[in-house]
């Protein structure tokens, strides 16, 4: 078994995780096992509990962990299934080591960062090796180096590699190499200088990825060859991507970066074949057709908090060679304005997961809109939830419908809580999480678009559609087209009688994948293509 450990070097946001997802991609394609793994410095047990401005989207996994959104590119990139023990935090490690004085697990001794708490996260390495038997494991290290916090994972990395023994591990530092416009040059200092840090630390890199905006000339790598101790070929450029994210792997398999690890790693493999890889590229970049959606949401200006949405409706377009221009559209602003100000002209509407009131009546508006314009409508856990509270007001008339997340009082509560949820105080991984059976409605445009009548999907959420309601919703031509096999939980709700009207209580974007588009991004954007092709 290999092992290959990345890091970050200069500033945060260099893209460490698409790299690591990308290396997966080829290596898979060159016959390879892999798994990917996360590690994050900070002290939150999971990212489950941090706002999505400090964090971004909190990625679900079938068992229900609440991850770092990198885990969602690993499993976009390549095959493997994550589970929990792909992202580790420090607030794990710390927790399991306290767990273990307590316990009287290293009784006698004085529990320490080193041994215990590096030991701690070896362990979690050699877990998912384990675990998962893959030939190469692919381990990232969250955070810069320099970090104070990063600390304690650089020094196992390090102590794990000198314990496997050269040629079965490898560091990849992930740099960046800046445009400096009054020089008219590319500086390699900053690089310098963290590989510098890490060295300090006993962790000399075999590769040197360098992130930049401009191509790397010969003069510039071997200038970082020499003052970062490798050989040229180690010094890889990988420049800021022209079109799309999945151009990645084809830019570091042409810099043969799989080509070189699997030789420090003596793994005798063929080339990647990328020809699959090189079509949905194709259709990502010349489409044939385009279509232009909107996505009404409450983080719209930060570009992390809807990845797997946003990538998602990219997949969906790549199932009918279509372009998907994406419009983000902040729900307060349709408040603001009104609906037609910003919603017009746009092919579909869709209005994704979220938490909290705060342009809740905007994303009721664009519903509204969607519905009564018939524009192909989709809904993700919150966009199923506003959808209900949306019908229920104006096709129902039912007055001041609500959820009771937002209003305690309403009198029409159409989406609540469980009563197993109202027992639950603590926030920490207590919502309704992970993979769950749906069973799908025979003859229903979900049946139809699954070609399937149980389905597993993600879920993260409290609340849920209140039953008491359900009668009148489908007397009112809502159809019902999901459930949990026990026909108590509404998982999926549709409208026949509209062009595409669809909305889900779960998380199909955690599922889809540019190479299996889900089906239900499928099915929307064909819809949205439809509608713009009936408009012209
Ligand atoms: N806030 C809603 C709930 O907890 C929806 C959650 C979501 O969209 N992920 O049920």
């Not at 909190?58 to 991850?67: F, N």
């Not at 580790?88 to 710390?94: A, I, K, P």
């Not at 597993?456 to 008491?468: I, K, L, P, S, V």
């Amino acid at each position: 078994m290999k092992f290959i450990f990345i890091t970050g070097g200069v500033i945060s946001s260099l893209g460490k995780g698409l790299t690591a997802a990308a290396l997966g991609t080829l290596l898979e394609n060159r016959g390879l096992r892999v798994a990917l793994q996360k590690f994050d410095p900070y002290l939150n047990v999971d990212p489950g509990t941090m706002s999505p401005y400090q964090h971004g989207e909190v990625y679900v996994l079938d068992d229900g962990a609440e991850t770092d959104l990198d885990l969602g590119h690993y499993e976009r990139f390549t095959h493997t299934k994550l589970t929990r023990l792909n992202n580790l935090t420090s607030g794990q490690v710390y927790q399991t080591v306290l767990n273990n004085e307590r316990e009287g697990k290293y009784l006698g001794k004085t529990v320490q960062v080193i041994p215990h708490v590096t030991d701690e996260i070896k362990n979690r390495i050699r877990l998912l090796a384990e675990h998962t038997g893959a030939d190469v494991i692919i381990t990232e290290i969250g955070g810069t180096t320099g970090d104070i916090e990063g600390l304690p994972f650089l020094e196992a990395i390090r102590e794990f590699a000198h314990e496997v023994g050269p040629g079965n591990a490898i560091f990849m530092h992930v740099t960046y190499v800046p445009f400096i416009k009054a020089a008219g040059e590319l500086k390699t200092k900053p690089t310098q200088q963290s590989v510098a840090k890490l060295r300090e630390i006993g962790i000399t890199p075999h590769i040197i990825v360098c992130r930049c905006e401009r191509p790397l000339d010969k003069e510039l790598r071997q200038k970082i060859s020499m003052f970062c101790n490798v050989p040229v070929e180690a010094v890889v450029e990988e420049k800021d991507v022209d079109h799309t994210i999945y151009e990645v792997p084809l830019m570091l398999q042409r810099e043969r970066v799989d080509e070189l690890v699997c030789r420090l790693l003596r793994l005798d493999t063929p080339p990647a074949n990328m020809s699959h890889w090189q079509e949905i590229l194709r259709k990502l970049i010349a489409p044939q057709h385009r279509v232009r959606i909107g996505v009404v949401g409450k983080y719209i200006g930060l570009q992390d908090a809807y990845k797997s949405v946003y990538e998602a409706l990219s997949h969906g377009g790549i199932a009918h060679d279509c372009g998907v221009e994406i419009a983000r559209i902040e729900a307060e602003e349709i408040e603001k304005h009104g609906p037609e100000a910003l919603l017009k002209d746009l092919a579909g509407i869709l209005v994704p997961g979220g938490f909290g009131e705060r342009g809740i009546e905007g994303k009721i508006l664009a519903v509204r809109y969607a519905r009564e314009r018939r524009i192909p409508y989709l809904g993700l856990c919150l966009g199923m939830q506003v959808a209900c509270i949306e019908f229920a007001r104006h096709v129902l008339g039912l007055d001041g419908a609500h959820s009771t997340e937002f209003d305690p009082d309403t009198p029409h509560p159409v989406i609540a809580l469980l009563d197993e949820q109202r027992q639950i105080t603590r926030k920490g991984g207590t919502m309704r999480l992970g993979a769950q059976p749906c069973q799908l409605k025979v003859g229903t445009r979900a049946a139809q678009l699954y070609g399937a009548f149980l389905v597993q999907e993600r879920h993260r959420h409290r609340y849920e559609f209140n039953n008491a309601y359900r009668e009148a919703f489908e007397q009112a031509g809502m159809v019902f087209s999901g459930l949990s096999p026990d026909g108590k939980l509404v998982e999926l709700i549709e409208l026949p009688d509209h062009p595409f009207f669809l909305a889900s209580q779960f998380h199909p974007e955690f599922l889809s994948k540019p190479h299996q588009p889900h089906p239900l991004f499928r099915g929307f954007v064909g819809a949205a293509l439809l509608h713009t092709q009936k408009g012209r």
